[in-house]
């Protein structure tokens, strides 16, 4: 009698956490390719100064000046690997007026190569890789002085369309 007890006693612990564990979809839904939801309209909804000359980087929160009406970026992405700059922001301007992008690499990009028509290319890192689902982009890049990077801007974007 014992035995069984000690069986029964292991056996319903078992049982309950398999039959407690969610059901698994069949369908995960549809495969975003990240950085497939760059091409579109975004529109500077933060940004942040780093001083990187520190020991310990200090950030700068301009969030509130950035996005007054007229100071924000507004730039346009196509599918093609071109960019127009809609609205000139204030603050650094990698950008240039127009220009191409191209990711570091297809499948799981984590930089973009920005290229302004007639200026010189520059590597910017993305904070992330938006899928065409997602409302939120962000960049980030260095602005060197004398050979030098001395700050590190983060541009973040909200999708427009």
């Known amino acids: 009698m014992k035995a069984l007890t000690r069986i029964f006693a292991l056996a319903l612990p078992i049982a309950l956490a398999i039959s407690c564990r969610p059901d698994q979809p069949t369908d995960p839904g549809p495969a975003y390719g990240a950085g497939d939801g760059v091409p579109g309209t ?6 942040t100064i780093y ?4 020991p310990v ?4 929160d301009i969030s ?3 996005t007054i009406p007229g100071n ?8 093609d690997g071109t960019y127009t700059v809609d609205q000139t922001g204030k603050g650094e301007n990698p950008f240039g007026t127009a220009g ?8 799981y990009p984590t930089e973009m190569m920005i290229t302004p028509t007639g200026g010189t290319a ?10 065409e689902t997602d409302k939120y982009f962000g960049l980030s890049f260095e602005v060197e002085q004398c050979g030098e990077a001395v700050a590190r801007y983060e541009y973040t974007f909200t999708r427009q369309n």
């Open 42 to 47: 975004w529109k500077q909804s933060s940004a």
């Open 64 to 66: 509130g000046y950035a």
């Open 122 to 131: 520059k590597m910017v890192n993305m904070l992330n890789a938006p899928r």
């Open 57 to 60: 980087p200090e950030a700068e």
């Open 51 to 54: 001083d990187i000359t520190l």
């Open 72 to 79: 924000e970026w507004i730039i346009s992405f196509s599918s």
């Open 100 to 107: 191409t992008f191209a990711f570091d690499t297809a499948y």
